[in-house]
């Protein structure tokens, strides 16, 4: 995809990186229009340290998977992942996540995150630690 005449979103978005407290970005709209596209510029080009994933279509519990695998690739990008690897919740993923967002700030991109609230994972209020995190961010 071409990018052009985006320093205007790219700027938002280090202006949100730059508080002190952890933010919620909702990049929204229609398809192909560059939300994605520019949310991967944003990273390559700030060199954040930052967990990119992008939710497939499919269950629930091969969702929880997958991001518990891109978790820990990020939190440990030497080792072998076992491919079965996943942590027992989401609740256990946003764990690490905080844990590893202690010292140092911590981008987290969930992508087409649509497909998360189509596998039934996204509660209508605050039910879990993913719940709370997103509150307490758009607070």
Sequence with gaps: MIFFNRQEELQGLDRLFERERGRLAIAYGRRGIGKTTLVQRWLSTRRHRAIYWSAPT???????????QAVRVFESPDRSIPVDFTYASWDEVFDEILRLAEHDSLVVVLDDFEQLIAAGLICQTPCNTFGT???MIAM
Excluded: D
């Design 58 to 68: 499919t269950t629930a519990k091969q969702q929880l998977q997958l991001f518990s």
């Design 133 to 135: 995190i997103v509150s």
